[in-house]
């Protein structure tokens, strides 16, 4: 994945406990091929406890290090944690096919005292070499914040669903777009009415060719800041998956009620309207969830990376606009919570 000039490997860890006594991670090193010594990345300390979770543990999200329930370093037995792992390279260097791990537990034998350290190594994982999507914008241009965009903390990155017993990450590189609008803010005139959002009702844009593969336009939308009970069936609100590729799939969910333009099976071509951005779902506020998964499906899908043809980025959302930059960015993802601008669509 593209983040600016740099590539980024995103993966995560899956670490279980089949001891009968805790093990504590201390540290992981990361090593591009065997026969490298230099490690890419070394996490300890406090910088692998936030890179960490607790399967079944309460989570502070998007900065938060640490769960309410103790170290995220720990694994109880039987327990499993998971690693979130975001790997930054330089733009001029190639991304490695393989990665190897060296993990060291430290863990306190039963019928002893003293603590003793183990060291695990290999745990090979292979780099998908594979071009990523190159995307058109979804909307027919504006200014727009990457909510809880691809940052390695954000909620949608950490997002882990079971479903039919087996487990899922739709939302690792997923983006909340949110209108910022001529005040700076994403609403006016208070938040308590979809109107007074920039974003409600704008036109929401096929972002590449495609097969429409599934449509769901039944949910009210929400009135602001109340959020109704959420299921698996209804987080996604009204929305639509749209099939880029034979094994890419593009989800836009939080739509308006009765906007939705096309039906199963339509073919789109880029930049076509399809729907007009809504409050329905999972949703506080009027934005458009967008996601790329490998499966058609919403929850029981992996998320892969893409990439847009170009924007401006304009700087992280906590500093806009009173420290706004101005940056061509192209065939890349912005970074979470950053703001950038799209340009309008030529008629």
């Known amino acids: 994945m593209t983040i600016g000039q740099n590539r980024v490997l995103v993966y995560e860890l899956h670490l279980t406990n089949f001891d009968v006594v805790p093990l504590t991670l201390k540290r992981i090193s990361i090593f591009a091929a065997r026969e490298n010594p230099d490690p890419l990345a070394i996490l300890e300390g406090e910088k692998l406890s936030t890179a960490m979770i607790r399967i079944g543990a ?26 979130f792992l975001w790997i930054e390279l330089p733009a001029n260097k190639s991304a490695p096919a393989n990665l190897r791990h060296q993990l060291v537990f430290s863990s306190t034998p039963a019928g002893t005292d003293k603590p003793s350290d183990a060291t695990l190594e290999d745990f090979p994982v292979p780099v998908n070499q594979n071009p990523v999507p190159v995307l058109s914008p979804p909307f027919d241009g504006g200014i727009w914040l990457v909510g809880d965009g691809p940052v390695n903390d954000s909620n949608h990155r950490r997002g882990i669903f079971a479903v039919d017993g087996h487990i899922y990450s739709p939302e690792r590189f997923a983006i ?32 590449a060719d495609g097969e429409i593969t599934e449509v769901v336009d039944e949910f009210p939308d929400n009135t602001p800041r109340v959020l109704p009970p959420v299921t698996l069936d209804n987080i996604a609100g009204n929305h639509i998956v749209l099939q880029i590729a034979r094994d890419r799939f593009v989800t836009y969910a939080h739509l308006q009620r009765g906007s939705i333009k096309v039906r199963t099976g339509d073919h789109v071509q880029r930049g076509e309207m ?8 999972n949703a506080t506020g009027a934005h458009l969830h967008l996601q790329v998964t490998d499966h058609n499906s919403v929850l029981q899908s992996e998320g892969v990376p893409f990439v847009f043809a170009a924007f401006t980025y304009l700087g992280p959302g906590s500093d806009y606009p009173e420290k706004q930059v101005s940056e061509p ?16 669509v030529k008629k």
């Open 329 to 344: 960015w192209g065939n890349s993802i912005p970074p979470g919570d950053g703001v950038l601008k799209f340009e309008a």
């Open 176 to 207: 909340d777009w949110v209108k910022v609008g001529p005040n700076g803010d994403s609403h006016h005139d208070g938040t308590s009415k979809n109107e007074n959002w920039w974003g409600w009702r704008e036109p929401v844009l096929a972002v």
């Open 274 to 281: 399809l729907a007009l951005l809504g409050n329905s779902g």
């Open 58 to 83: 309460p989570m502070m999200m998007s900065g938060g290090s640490s769960s309410s329930s103790g170290n995220t370093r720990t694994l109880d037995p039987g327990g499993r944690n998971v690693v």
